[in-house]
């Protein structure tokens, strides 16, 4: 069970809930909620954050905060996914702004989102742009590729748009309506990588999802992000495939079936080479033979079968 501490000093119920993940990110954590607490003329908010499982200087941290925030302690670490069910689980919003511990809100992020939605009831969810930066503080450009951005600003995306064109929806950059969220399933805590994105998949499917071509956050590269590990990434997206695959089979029909089985098959052999590479000869097979599972007819998974048996290293 979790163990929460209460905010206080909120003058009116919240009509978003800033819901922000946190573990072993204490350096990071005041410049981050003082940009949360920075935003104006948007609807009143609220910021739950959820502690999970930190060791390091947090709790510390937290219990110097001057701003009200709803804090939720959990006693085990069970990763980003789990972390922000368990917001949202404490959130009152009806409006819920996802946000990362170690990434910078813009100004005027839940203003112009939460106008967006009031502007068009018909609309799920909306997400935006974000900038990114270095290390040092060097400015690294957009999130979204600009064509691309160019293409689909104040548009309706789908899973098409995020799967096959590629559209990175980070959710730093989204505003859900809490209602949308529940119709579509929430966030799949079972999922260690890329919950984001099949969440974000699902929320598509269940109603309009628009994209803003213009930054609200700031995301911060440095040595400890989540998305430096590739094989992983790789690994978790195929299983967010699979997941759609078989449990979302219209997103397959949106996207195009052939296209989706080739580009499943393609991770797996990726992630069965380089397993077999580092020589993890059960794991390579494992995904090599998923991979002819859903191309057979492909000749490097083929070949790259064929060296496994044989113990030859690819």
Known sequence: MPITQAASGLAEPPVISVVIPTYNRAPFLREVLDSVFAQRDCPPFEVVLVDDASTDDTAAVLAALPEPVEVVRLRRNGGVAAARQAGVARARGTLLAFHDSDDLMLPGRLARLADYLAEHPEVGAVVADGETESETGAPQGRVVPPALATRLAGRRVGVREILRDGLPVYLQSALIRRVVFEEAGGIDATLDRHADLEMVSRLSLAAPLVFLNEPVFR????????????????????????????????????????????????????????????????????????????APASLRCRWLAWRIARGRRA
């Open 219 to 294: 995301y911060r590269l440095h040595g400890a992000n989540q998305t430096r590990n590739r094989l992983r990434l790789r690994e978790g997206l195929v299983v967010v495939m699979r997941r759609l695959r078989t449990r979302r089979p219209e997103a397959l029909a949106l996207v195009g079936r052939g296209w989706f089985r080739r580009r499943e098959s393609r991770h797996l052999y990726r992630i069965a080479r380089t397993r077999w590479r580092a020589g993890d000869a059960e794991r390579a097979r494992l995904a090599i033979r998923e991979a002819l599972g859903l």
